[in-house]
């Protein structure tokens, strides 16, 4: 009816008249721009601009540099699209460009923030403020040296889509670990993708890439950690300051050859790394007499 069709007509030329196009270098520089829809195209187009938007959209190379940024949703597709932005804020992102978030600090709008990193070095370096709840890492080096900081019972991907993924992150689950209400799980499914990764306070890991564990750092664990390991996921494992009565099981046993299992200063006598096959194979713990067993068949 002609009414319909004259209420499209409305509806598109409002979501017109809320958006912004900066196409050329430069061309929104430093500008203050509230609107609906950001469109930034050009090298640098949005250069130290202060940009409130329900949806933005970095495409140009360096678009956002400098520049300060609260949406609801962030799509950086631009080589260094957001790189040393003075302030990010969002409730999703979505970062695909090479270094589109670079040396950035980014901070969630809510207690329930996603942030999805699929380009290679998409979020490499990037710092992430606490009331992040799922990070997704998983384009080539996406979160390299990233420092990811999770709550209400955050979940961390370090996933299959590119190989260290997460290399050299720091990762830090702000709720406790051992809280019957929280996730705080890390999954490494990419090649070598968690390697020299710090993670503290975690319940669940989950090594499932080829070596995509070593070297990884575990503080203020879940006193019954939770390990998924295959192939040579978890060799190099360092426990740190390992928790009192700490017990790692390992499953998947008969795929797993851990060859370098650390435990720093653990805490009483009691701690157990259970093992089966030749997973411990080589192990070694530090100041402590023994807290290494072979599982037995009847274990």
Same mark, same amino acid.
């Given at each position: 009816s002609i009414r319909v069709f004259l209420f499209h007509i409305f509806?598109?030329? *409002?979501?017109?008249?809320?958006?912004?196009f900066c196409d050329d270098e430069l061309e929104c520089e430093?500008? /203050?721009?509230?609107?609906?829809?950001?469109? =930034?195209? *050009?090298?640098?187009?949005?250069?130290?601009a202060t940009i409130t938007a329900s949806y933005l959209y970095a495409y140009g190379y360096r678009a956002l540099e400098d520049a300060s940024v609260t949406a609801s949703?962030?799509?950086?597709?631009?080589?260094?699209?957001?790189?040393?932005?003075? %302030? @990010? &804020?969002? $409730?999703?992102i979505y970062s695909y460009g090479y270094n589109a978030l670079s040396n950035t600090t980014v901070t969630s709008r809510a207690s329930v +923030?996603?942030?999805?990193? $699929? +380009?290679? &070095?998409?979020?490499?370096?990037?710092?992430?403020?606490?009331?992040?709840? &799922?990070? $997704? =890492?998983?384009?080539?080096?996406?979160?390299? %040296?990233? %420092?990811?900081?999770?709550?209400?019972?955050?979940? @961390?991907?370090?996933?299959?889509? +590119?190989? &260290?993924?997460?290399?050299?992150?720091?990762?830090?689950? $702000?709720?406790?670990?051992?809280?019957e209400t929280t996730l705080n799980e890390l999954?490494?499914?990419?090649?070598? *993708?968690c390697v020299g990764v710090t993670v503290e306070?975690?319940? /669940?890991?989950? =090594?499932?890439?080829?070596?995509? =564990?070593?070297? #990884?750092? #575990?503080? %203020?664990a879940n006193p019954e950690l939770e390990f998924e390991c295959e192939g040579t996921g978890c060799e190099g494992i360092v426990v740190d300051d390992s928790p009192k009565g700490f017990s790692c099981r390992v499953e998947n046993a008969a795929r797993v050859d851990i060859t370098s299992l650390v435990l720093l200063d653990p805490q009483d006598e009691t701690e157990d790394v259970l093992c089966a096959g030749t997973n411990c194979l080589g192990a070694k713990v530090e100041n402590c007499d023994s807290v290494v067993r072979r599982l037995g068949p009847d274990d």
């Open positions: 509806l598109l030329v *409002g979501a017109v008249a809320q958006s912004n430093n500008m /203050t721009i509230s609107t609906t829809y950001m469109y =930034c195209y *050009g090298p640098q187009s949005c250069k130290g949703y962030i799509y950086a597709y631009g080589h260094e699209a957001l790189v040393n932005a003075v %302030d @990010v &804020r969002a $409730y999703y +923030g996603y942030a999805y990193c $699929y +380009g290679t &070095r998409s979020c490499a370096g990037t710092t992430f403020n606490p009331n992040w709840i &799922r990070a $997704y =890492c998983n384009g080539p080096e996406a979160c390299q %040296d990233a %420092d990811i900081n999770l709550s209400f019972g955050g979940y @961390v991907q370090c996933g299959a889509g +590119g190989p &260290r993924s997460c290399e050299n992150a720091n990762i830090l689950f $702000y709720s406790p670990a051992n809280n999954q490494c499914s990419a090649t070598e *993708g306070n975690a319940n /669940t890991i989950s =090594c499932t890439g080829n070596g995509s =564990c070593q070297g #990884i750092t #575990i503080k %203020d």
